[in-house]
């Protein structure tokens, strides 16, 4: 039943389509009559549906095109990404085995290249030395963008702690003994599958 009114509701819209273009047609016909209006010529006439579906396709195209360009990011994205990802990189902790795997999900290019050279190296000094620490980012500021990526500058302050020494003798360090440091990064970021992802990582002085 339900469907009936639909059909009817769908007739009765056709019909009103019917009456306002036959409307159209003669209100039309009576401007050019008083001479309001030039009549139009056959060949325009004719013109005129092929040009409608040229409109239609412009606009099929543009819709297309809108959806199928790289996502736009903000200065403030960029910014956000760069932090996220840097604070999880200056972050130790021996009790987390996965941590590298997740400095190389934020990764990419040349970054996440020689990373991976080092990640099992990365693990197991952090694991021998039972070393922990967090690492902030205090400022961050967009360098540099461009259409494929932006440069972030970042100061951050790092401070690790060490449980125990490793078995070339280094002392271990805690609390208030472990020195902050101040770094001084830069941070490419290039967007990935819909992430933003460190590409490079430059450590200036």
Request: zero cysteines.
């Amino acid at each position: 039943m339900g469907l009936g009114r639909a059909d009817e509701r769908l007739k009765q819209w056709r019909d009103a389509r019917r009456e306002l273009r036959a409307a159209s047609d003669a209100l039309t016909e009576a401007e050019v009559a008083a001479g309001i209006r030039q009549p139009m010529s056959t060949r325009m006439r004719r013109l005129l549906p092929i040009g409608g579906a040229v409109l239609v396709i412009v606009a099929a195209v543009g819709v297309w095109f809108a959806a199928s360009a790289p996502a736009r990011y903000s200065d403030q994205e960029y910014i956000d990404a760069a932090t996220k990802r840097v604070s999880v990189l200056l972050s130790v902790d021996a009790d987390d085995p996965k941590r590298s795997d997740k400095i190389l999900a934020g990764a990419t290019g040349s970054f996440e290249a020689d990373f991976a050279q080092s990640a099992d190296a990365y693990t197991t000094y952090v694991k021998e030395t039972g070393a922990k620490g967090e690492g902030s980012v205090d400022a961050a500021a967009l360098q540099f963008r461009s259409p494929d990526g932006a440069d972030v500058m970042l100061v951050a302050s790092v401070q690790v702690t060490k449980e125990r020494g490793r078995e070339t003798g280094t002392a271990p360090t805690s609390g208030d003994d472990a020195p902050i440091r101040t770094l001084r990064l830069i941070a490419t970021m290039v967007p990935v599958d819909g992430q933003l992802k460190i590409d490079r990582l430059v450590m200036v002085s």
